[in-house]
């Protein structure tokens, strides 16, 4: 990454679901998770097909890549896009949010020099640095946003980059830290027909649909959690009073033919209840609900073991 002049270690350009040129001045940036560990490739693919975006990924091992130009407005948090630019994080793929030491280094980095290019002044949370919370009912950007465990560090972080960037003071330690490494399964994932949708199920799906499989089903209004009985907490993100919806759902939805909007409301669950009875669930009725277990959970997880999805 050159950071004085903002070039990133990989530039995939989005083609899609950002505005080109802003309506405003950058005056902040926005902190953001993956809750999972994505590449900036694997953002590319979700946001190609996805109504969402960011400038920037920072990837596990501390790679920076960059999807959308500065001068360009990416979607990452509504009312905020025209004046900010949005950085993602990589981090572990189910709960508490927590990002490798790499990751949040170059995180810390990036905004640091951000501010710099961009004459912000000295990066400071809550004045030109915000997570994605500060303005919606969100989970993101996980562990670094306040409260979390690795807030203090990354602001710390921050401060320390853009005092050795802006005034020649010693750059900060290099990281120690090295990012777990996910475990590779050769075959189709196998997981247990117990009618709880769990991070074993999630990651079958993830991987039938050729998605990144992080275990996780992204973005989820809270809402919807009385009529989800059967879907395990660690496995859905709930978020109170909104989300940005799941492609793993979105993914599923045009499997099962309801709308592909990437919520698991209540037609979502009534679409595949109904596309499992037509398959021998053996579900008695539809009431939009999936039960604590569920057979129709039971349906899922026989069709993703056999292949037959």
Known sequence: ??????????????????????????DRIIVHHNAGRLTTEGC?????????????????????????????????????????IGVEHANNGFGPWTVSAET????????????????????????????HRDFKGTTCPGELGVGGSQHDEYCRRMGEWYDAMAGGAAAPSAPTQKPAQQALKPGRRQVAVDGLWGRETTLALQEHYGLYAGGIVSGQNSSFKGISAGCLYGS????????????TIKALQGTIGAAADGFCGPATWRALIAYGMARGSGAAYNDARLDDPSVTIEWLQRALNEGTL
Request: proline share 4%.
């Open 1 to 26: 990454m050159d950071w004085k002049n903002l070039t990133a270690d990989k530039q995939m350009w989005l083609t899609a679901h950002f505005y080109e040129g802003r309506a405003a001045a950058i």
């Open 236 to 247: 859905f993100e709930w978020v109170p009073g909104g989300g940005d919806g799941s492609p």
């Open 44 to 84: 590319y693919s979700v946001w190609q097909s996805r109504e969402a975006s960011a400038h920037y990924q920072v990837e596990a091992d501390g790679t920076v890549g960059q999807l959308v130009h500065d001068r360009d407005t990416a979607w990452h948090c509504p009312g905020q896009n025209a004046r900010s």
């Open 104 to 131: 949040l280094d170059a995180g810390a980095h990036l905004v640091a020099a951000l501010c710099l290019y961009y004459g912000l002044g000295r990066p400071e949370w809550g004045a030109n640095v915000f997570g």
